[in-house]
C-alpha cells in the first residue's frame, strides 16, 4: 500500500511539474501554463501582515529573484490633471503674465505637462483674407501657486521663460483663421518635499499693429471642451 501511494504521488509530481503540462484549477482542459476559472467575483485572494483585505493593493516584484508582494496603490504615481479655470481669463495686455485661473497640483518628483489650450479672438478676424502677416502668440508657462507670476523655479531645462524656451508653450492665431491652440510639454522637477500646486499663466504677443485692438478671451475657460492640461510622472 505504502508502494501505491508513493506512486501516485510521483505521478502527481510529474504532472504538476512537467514543462509540457498545463495546470488546471477549476478546469479540465487548461489551455495554459496555470488556467485558473472560477464562478466567484474575485478569483485570487492574498493575505499578508501589511495590508487590510480593504486597502486598494497591486502586486509588484519585489526583488531581481521574481519575488512578488502586495504593495499599497498609494506609492504609485497617477496622472494628474490640472482643474481649469470656471470663466478663463482676458489676454490684453502684451508680454504680461496673467493668471489663467488653471491649476495643477504634483507630488514630489519629475513630471511631464502637457497643455492644449484654445486660441479665440475677442472680435471677428476673418475679414483678413489674404493677409497672414497679422498674427498674435499666446505663449504660456507654469508658475508657483504662489508669489510671482513668473515660470517657476522647478522648470527643467536651461532656457526656461525664453521666447521658444524649454519652459513655455506656445501658440498662434493667424489670421483670417478664427482660432488657434497653445500647446507644448514642459518638464517640472518638483523637489520641494511635498505635493506642489502651479498656476497656469499665459501672456500674448500682437504680431501687427492692426491687430492692437484684438485680444484673447476666455482663454483656458473649463467649458470648452478642446481644453486641457495634464501631467505623466516619470518613474
Known amino acids: 500500500m505504502m508502494k501505491y501511494y508513493l506512486s501516485c504521488s510521483a505521478l502527481l509530481f510529474c504532472m504538476l511539474f512537467s514543462k509540457a503540462q498545463n495546470i488546471g484549477i477549476g478546469t479540465t482542459n487548461p489551455t495554459s501554463n496555470l488556467h485558473i476559472k472560477s464562478d466567484k467575483d474575485y478569483i485570487l485572494r492574498i493575505i499578508d501582515g501589511t495590508n487590510t483585505d480593504n486597502e486598494q493593493f497591486a502586486i509588484a516584484a519585489a526583488d531581481a529573484t521574481g519575488l512578488l508582494v502586495k504593495t499599497p496603490t498609494t506609492v504609485f504615481k497617477k496622472i494628474a490633471i490640472s482643474t481649469l479655470g470656471a470663466s478663463g481669463v482676458t489676454l490684453a495686455t502684451e508680454d504680461t503674465w496673467e493668471d489663467t485661473g488653471t491649476t495643477i497640483s504634483l507630488e514630489v518628483g519629475r513630471w511631464l505637462v502637457q497643455t492644449a489650450i484654445a486660441i479665440e479672438p475677442s472680435a471677428d478676424v476673418s475679414s483678413f483674407i489674404g493677409d497672414y502677416s497679422k498674427y498674435i502668440t499666446v505663449l504660456g508657462s507654469l508658475a508657483d501657486s504662489t508669489g510671482a507670476l513668473v515660470p517657476t523655479q522647478n522648470i527643467e531645462g536651461d532656457s526656461k521663460g525664453t521666447f521658444g524656451g524649454n519652459g513655455l508653450f506656445r501658440g498662434i492665431l493667424e489670421t483670417p483663421s478664427t482660432i488657434g491652440v497653445m ?53
Do not use: C, D, H, M
Not at 500647446?183 to 504680431?207: D, E, F, H, P
Not at 484673447?216 to 516619470?234: D, S
Open 183 to 235: 500647446k507644448g510639454l514642459i518638464v517640472i522637477n518638483n523637489n520641494s518635499g511635498s505635493t506642489k500646486t502651479y498656476r497656469l499663466i499665459a501672456k500674448l504677443q500682437r504680431g501687427s499693429a492692426g491687430l492692437s485692438a484684438i485680444n484673447i478671451k476666455e482663454f483656458a475657460k473649463i467649458t470648452k471642451a478642446q481644453n486641457l492640461l495634464f501631467a505623466l510622472p516619470f518613474f
